[in-house]
């Protein structure tokens, strides 16, 4: 495991080496909000084979960076989803409960313009350039807002492996690397556990 500077290096040069890639998935992320605002409704089997592509970009990213830790995680989580997306359902997509709906937004949000990392002056930059689909954080806090808002996609393993990874790359943030904002991705992941036996006991 390299150290707390060399890992918050690693991450500033994918941000700072790799600007068009962040505006790339920008455009990826506020097209799929468009077309959901648009009634598009996707298959549970569809978004969820859809995760893995944006988690096969952050392992990506952290393979370039030197960053095998990273790389070998993001690489096995995009591959257990992708298997478990082709898994699940074929049914329509559904909105959770309004307390879940709400939380699942903020992550999304907070995912699009997670601010640490980018270096600009102006504001309006965090909503096209900021590491979302580049780093494991911000892109985690998007996965898991949209595992929130839409039923975990149906899939218990999907859910589960997004809970982990969300508690453990919010513990390592906030714990090990001081950044705090990464209190968000923690809090979302809990939320989502919650949502989880919430489901597990409705089932039962």
């Not at 978004?47 to 095998?68: C, D, Q, R, T, Y």
């Not at 965090?126 to 899939?155: K, M, Q, R, V």
């Not at 809090?187 to 949502?195: E, K, P, Q, S």
Request: positive net charge.
């Amino acid at each position: 495991m390299p150290k707390t500077q060399e890992i918050l290096q690693m991450l500033q040069s994918i941000v700072d080496d790799y600007p068009a890639s962040a505006i790339v998935w920008h455009v990826v992320f506020f097209g799929i909000i468009a077309f959901l605002f648009a009634k598009w409704v996707p298959s549970n089997r569809l978004f969820g084979i859809m995760l893995s592509i944006p988690l096969l970009s952050v392992a990506v990213f952290a393979w370039k960076s030197g960053n095998p830790f990273n790389g070998i995680l993001f690489s096995m989580l995009a591959i257990f989803i992708f298997i478990f997306g082709l898994r699940a359902t074929a049914q329509p997509v559904s909105l959770s409960a309004l307390p879940f709906l709400l939380v699942g937004i903020i992550l999304v949000v907070f995912g699009l313009i997670y601010p640490h990392f980018l270096k600009t002056d102006s504001l309006f930059r965090y909503l096209y350039a900021s590491p979302a689909g580049l780093i494991p954080c911000p892109t985690l806090s998007i996965l898991i807002g949209l595992a929130l808002i839409y039923n975990g996609f149906g899939s218990q393993p999907i859910t589960i492996a997004l809970i982990a990874f969300g508690l453990f790359y919010g513990l390592f943030g906030v714990l090990k690397l001081a950044v705090y904002l990464d209190l968000f991705l923690l809090l979302g992941a809990a939320t989502l556990l919650i949502r989880y036996f919430g489901m597990v006991r409705t089932s039962g």
